[in-house]
């Protein structure tokens, strides 16, 4: 390929030369130009560069699809290199400071933050529908009594599907707007229903005079023999502010996913069943639970050295820390640091913060860290503070998905309405065997 600043060297100062990439086909000797919109050039248009007229053109190769943009968002903005998280323009900071939960969740999935009116419906139509059906209860008994939460949750997510077959009529507008209600609703009773069954306690059902994440804490530890439970105010709005920070992140694993297969225009609840089932890994949500049973495993400050060395011989991975984005600082970690002490002047603190904090001052001053740019990430706090809430450890991805559906809807939103997308299908490059055939049987050998 020539070289990459070719399109804009010499003296030209026409707008569309400028705005374009010339490029030249060592193989043919051809040149090429292919507009350049937003920073992005079009992969299809790389279909033009050809050896001869049967040749299917040149494809881009990129696994993990670290340089791919694979829509146009106006959703969340991020700048990896200054730290800066936005959701439709607002940043993260004020937002975590100013507003709740599910003034957010308004925010992602509309587009702007909800006036009075707008957010009294809101609220009045995402409580309407906390409650589960009660068939949805005896397919959660069905689990086994040590099942995974977070199985139990991306299964009844897919569940869902057969309670409300409406949801396949993903174009018609109110069925979809009923469809958001009920997933943002049904989120918290369906995570506190997981815990609840795997800790053998009997399900609590949603007060909805409770605020969203109060409603949630109630739901998960109210004793079964009260009638009301009022969770702590600090913690709730801890919680609340945990979920703004985790509700959106652009185009992430589970988010992709969510795209992905709804865009084969399956319905929201088997959709975001897949995009749950991409975050339940320990490389995506699964990271705080990784977290701190790395922190318990080291246990002490003065066990944090070994643990660097085993990092740094490859042994291991620093859980919490990296980003595929981030490469200077992750802004939600700042935001969730401050939390915890609040959350600590209420349950006590946490012995394994200090263990946390040696360990990233250890890791940020030195070179292997440095030169790789790694650094904590919203996982690396969090899962400490859930633990000081008394979250059990493998609710933690749970906690994780509960705010991140509103997230998922509206990327799927957006992606539905969006008349350029269509079936997701990535192409691949072909390194097998060429044709061959079965043998005949006066041909085989054996
Ligand atoms: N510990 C030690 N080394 C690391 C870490 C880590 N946590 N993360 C990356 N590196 C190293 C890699 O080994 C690689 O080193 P090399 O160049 O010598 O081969 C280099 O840093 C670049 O790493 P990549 O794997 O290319 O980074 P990538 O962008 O693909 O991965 C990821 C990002 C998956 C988040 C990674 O940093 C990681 O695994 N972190 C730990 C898991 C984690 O905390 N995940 C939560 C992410 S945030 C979220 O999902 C909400």
């Given at each position: 390929m020539a070289p990459a600043g070719r399109a804009v060297r010499g003296t030209t100062t026409d707008r569309t030369r400028r705005s374009s990439l010339a490029t030249r086909d060592n193989r043919t000797g051809r040149e090429y130009e292919f507009p350049i919109e937003d920073g992005a050039v079009r992969?299809?248009?790389?279909?033009?560069?050809?050896?001869?007229?049967?040749d299917f053109g040149l494809l881009s190769y990129d696994p993990a699809f670290q340089n791919t943009a694979a829509c146009r968002s106006a959703i969340t903005f991020i700048d990896g290199d200054a730290g800066i998280l936005r959701y439709r323009g607002y940043p993260i900071e004020e937002l975590a400071e100013r507003k709740t939960y599910l003034e957010v969740a308004y925010l992602l999935i509309y587009g702007r933050l909800p006036g009075k009116a707008e957010l009294a419906e809101w609220l009045h139509n995402v409580t309407y529908h906390t409650m589960v059906h009660e068939n949805v209860k005896k397919f959660m008994d069905g689990f086994h009594h040590d099942a995974h939460p977070m199985g139990m949750v991306v299964s009844t997510l897919a569940a869902l599907s057969t309670f409300y077959p409406e949801a396949k009529e993903i174009r018609n507008e109110e069925f979809r707007q009923r469809q958001i209600h009920r997933l943002v609703g049904k989120m918290p009773t369906i995570a506190a229903f997981a815990y609840r069954h795997s800790v053998g306690m009997a399900y609590i059902y949603p007060d909805n005079d409770l605020s969203y994440t109060a409603n949630f804490l109630a739901m998960m530890?109210?004793?079964?023999?009260?009638?009301r439970y009022s969770p702590d105010p600090t913690l709730a709005k801890a919680l609340d502010t945990l979920f703004v920070l985790h509700a959106d992140h652009e185009q992430n694993c589970s988010t992709s996913t969510m795209r992905m297969v709804g865009s084969s225009l399956a319905d929201p609840y088997v959709s975001s069943a897949a995009a749950a089932a991409a975050l339940y890994g320990p490389l995506h949500g699964g990271a705080n639970e990784q977290v701190v049973r790395m922190l318990q495993e080291i246990g002490s400050k003065d066990k944090v050295p070994a643990l660097i060395r085993q990092v740094k011989s490859g042994k291991r991975k620093l859980m919490g820390f990296g980003h595929r984005v981030y490469k200077n600082f992750d802004p939600r970690a700042q935001i969730i640091k401050q939390i915890a002490e609040s959350v600590f002047a209420v349950t006590g603190r946490n012995r394994l913060i200090d263990v946390a904090l040696a360990l990233e001052k250890a890791a940020l001053s030195d070179d292997y860290f440095i030169k790789r740019r790694l650094y904590p990430n919203v996982d690396f706090y969090s899962g400490i503070i859930y633990q000081a809430m008394g979250f059990p450890m493998d609710i933690f991805p749970v906690l994780f998905a509960i705010p991140r559906m509103s997230g998922w809807l509206a990327h799927w939103q957006e992606m539905l309405t969006d008349p350029e997308q269509k079936i997701a299908r990535p192409r691949q490059v072909y390194i097998g065997r060429g044709e061959r055939h079965v043998p005949t049987k006066s041909t085989e050998t054996e």
């Open positions: 992969a299809l248009d790389l279909r033009q560069i050809k050896t001869n007229e049967t530890y109210r004793p079964s023999w009260t009638a």
